[in-house]
């Protein structure tokens, strides 16, 4: 693909600086782009550098108004700016199209236009597939499940019976949503399964990475509300809520009935307790252990969760934890000396 810099722009909504009609042929890293690439550069440490890339053309934010060797693309959002560029460079490529014969399709499928379904999916029966959904190779779709439009289902993804699926979602290789909650009554000696009857309902333009498990619901749905992005190895229990736009790092586990308000960061390897609240725009940093509920817009670390900053000055302490306590085990000594040498002077 060739394109020139001023048709670029104008797709981004961007300012060019520098000749409209030079013609860019792919998308690259700073520092490695040469003259038919574009790059991108939105940190002052790249800004910096800018006579050093070798780019027939860089994204810069709006307000960077240095002279520069390379033609320039002023945008509010640099990044977002690069992101739709690299989507035109690089198009997603299909190795297979249509309706593939060597799908198992159920009774009473039904589907909207320009539908994929690669080889070796599995299509329960009632159910219902919006427009131009892409359903990819050794996929599995239960029973009564219904998908929105533009939708795409990866490799080995199970979307269990009854689920929910809103538009432009994307369901990364071997994702479950809707297996069973971890639901178990004891009668003393044995655990009985508690019957998982609900369902799970993914809202439009949903991202959820690799290898995600989220549970159905006992009773009514667990709920990835619109814009929510997930990474690799994230687990979701039974009747968790996900706020809207939250963003949930690898390897995050939502414990039962937690409620997630919208635009949280859960950062990497943090757990949340069951039937707690995290409030809207709240930040847990990584491996945080939640116990309690947290007010929105606060940070916090640390297991059990403290605020951020407490929990900085408490990581200082703990190398020095050794050294306190022996300074606390000489102290003891020399005040029980002075208290003996008190006694002895009384008496």
């Not at 060597?102 to 236009?113: E, L, N, P, S, V």
């Not at 994307?170 to 809707?178: K, M, S, Y």
């Not at 809207?280 to 252990?289: L, S």
């Amino acid at each position: 693909m060739e394109m020139s810099l001023a048709r670029i722009a104008a797709l981004v909504e961007g300012e060019v600086r520098g000749d409209p009609e030079t013609l860019i042929r792919a998308a690259a890293p700073f520092d490695s782009a040469d003259e038919a690439a574009v790059t991108f550069a939105d940190k002052p440490a790249l800004l910096k550098r800018i006579d050093e890339c070798r780019a027939g053309a860089v994204v810069v934010p709006r307000t960077f108004d240095q002279p520069a060797a390379a033609s320039l693309i002023r945008t509010d959002n640099p990044r977002l700016a690069f992101a739709r560029i690299m989507e035109l460079f690089y198009p997603r490529q299909r190795s297979f199209s249509g309706i593939s014969p060597m799908a198992a399709i159920g009774r009473r499928f039904a589907c909207g236009i320009d539908v994929v379904i690669g080889p070796g999916a599995f299509i329960g029966e009632n159910v219902i597939i919006g427009n131009r959904v892409v359903i990819h190779p050794n996929a599995y779709i239960g029973d009564r499940v219904r998908i929105a439009d533009d939708t795409e289902v990866y490799p080995n993804v199970s979307v269990l019976e009854g689920c929910i699926i809103g538009s432009r979602v994307i369901l990364n290789a071997g994702t479950v949503i809707g297996s069973d909650g971890f639901g178990f009554t004891p009668d003393g000696i044995r655990h009985h399964k508690i019957p998982q009857v609900g369902i799970v309902q993914i809202d439009d333009d949903v991202e959820i990475g690799a290898c995600n498990t989220i549970d159905r619901a006992t009773f009514g749905r667990t709920w990835i509300q619109e814009g929510v992005k997930t990474d690799n190895h994230v687990h979701i229990a039974h009747n968790v809520t996900v706020g809207a736009h939250s963003i949930i790092v690898a390897k995050v586990g939502i414990a039962g009935s937690a409620t997630i308000g919208k635009h949280v960061t859960i950062a990497g390897q943090a757990g949340i307790g069951g039937h707690i609240h995290i409030g809207d725009g709240a930040i847990v940093g990584p491996q945080a252990g939640v116990t309690r509920t947290v007010a929105p817009g606060h940070i916090v670390s640390g297991t059990p969760e403290m605020p951020h900053r407490l929990w900085l000055r408490v990581q200082q302490v703990i190398p020095r934890l050794p050294e306190l306590k022996k300074q606390v085990a000489e102290l003891e000594k020399r005040l029980k000396s002075l208290e003996a040498i008190g006694d002895d002077a009384d008496a």
